[in-house]
């Protein structure tokens, strides 16, 4: 009997598709995505797959545009009446930053599932090939529906405005530290445990690409600052100490900025909380928001950067940009 489920896999690359290449005795994108499929036994009792190969890049070889035209072929297979849901393979490198860049560009019912390996095909134990047969179930579930973008690893089920990597190794390496993952997938089962209940989209195609991040650390003056605003930066994402604070020399920096009409927006270096104008020295949270400092919520920075390219490809206005931030909880 033919599947009623259709799966759309967009390839682009990453360690799920890497094997060792002897003559440099290290992993390189390598295996066809006929190749990875064939790993992934028995799906065909599940879903009829249509295999999209998008690219063939390791995850730290991806772009912001090369995000945008991915987010335009995904939306593209979610209007398609055939098309179930759609898993897109990625490197885990920069994995939380495309699924969260679709979860910000596409509103779409359809379940789409952003998934990766952490080991390569010529290591014992690979995971990309489990890691893809439990997002194609996800694809397919009704309760996925209306849930965003997910990130489906070690049969975890994660937001993608929450998820992030925090291990250089480890399977299970794709967490949300601050709420814990929506579910799970037991034995192609797809549970969950939560929901999201705010979603935040911003409607455009395009992508301002001048966004820096920089960190904050102990005795950083505003050099840094400073040669962004005179490169041409449109938005600078400041990390934070703490609950939102930088040290006092960052200070003359983060105006410079502001007085040349470059968006700032401030999220914190700490992996969990988010930030909020609770002190008021110099340098403190208070200062930089009368300042006209924005403030990112819990975001990462690396996320935070990706809300403000799309943000500021719709608009320069600071107050439109605030109400963007502010929306939604924790995204």
């Known amino acids: 009997m033919k599947n009623t489920n259709k799966v759309a896999v967009v390839f682009t690359g990453g360690t799920i598709s890497m094997k060792i290449d002897p003559r440099i005795s290290a992993a390189i994108p390598a295996l066809s995505s006929e190749e990875i499929m064939s790993m992934v036994t028995n799906i065909d009792k599940y879903a009829d797959i249509e295999v999209v190969n998008f690219d063939r890049i390791p995850g730290p070889h991806m772009t912001p545009k090369r995000m945008m035209a991915l987010s335009k072929t995904v939306k593209q297979l979610t209007l398609r009446e055939d098309i179930t849901g759609v898993v897109v393979t990625h490197g885990t490198d920069s994995l939380e930053e495309t699924a969260y860049l679709l979860d910000l560009t596409i509103s779409s019912a359809k379940p789409i599932i952003v998934v990766g390996a952490m080991r390569n095909s010529s290591e014992l134990g690979y995971d990309g090939s489990s890691n893809l047969s439990a997002a194609i179930c996800t694809a397919i579930s009704?309760?996925?529906?209306?849930?965003?973008v997910l990130?489906?690893?070690n049969n975890e089920l994660n937001a993608a405005s929450e998820v992030t990597k925090t291990h250089t190794l480890a399977l299970d390496t794709f967490k949300s530290m601050e709420f814990g993952p929506l579910g799970i997938v037991d034995n192609d089962e797809v549970i969950f445990y939560r929901d999201i209940?705010?979603?935040?989209?911003?409607?455009t195609e395009k992508i301002e690409t001048n966004v820096d991040l920089i960190k904050a650390v102990v005795g950083m003056d505003s050099r840094l600052i400073k040669f962004c605003v005179d490169s041409g930066a449109k938005g600078i994402i400041i990390e934070a100490m703490g609950r939102g604070n930088v040290p006092p020399k960052m200070v003359e920096g983060i105006k410079y900025a502001i007085d040349h009409n470059i968006i700032v927006v401030m999220v914190s270096r700490c992996p969990m909380g988010r930030v909020l104008d609770t002190y008021g020295y110099e340098g403190a949270g208070r200062s930089l928001r009368n300042l006209g400092v924005?403030?990112?919520?819990?975001?990462?920075?690396?996320?935070?950067?990706?809300?403000?390219?799309l943000a500021l490809s719709t608009t320069t206005e600071r107050?439109?940009?605030k109400e963007i931030f502010d929306k939604g909880f924790y995204q």
Do not use: F, W
């Not at 209940?197 to 409607?203: E, K, L, N, Q, S």
């Open 294 to 309: 924005l403030l990112g919520g819990s975001l990462p920075g690396q996320k935070a950067r990706i809300k403000l390219m």
């Open 142 to 148: 009704e309760h996925a529906k209306n849930k965003g």
């Open 151 to 153: 990130v489906v690893m």
């Open 319 to 321: 107050d439109k940009i």
């Open 197 to 203: 209940t705010r979603h935040v989209y911003i409607d």
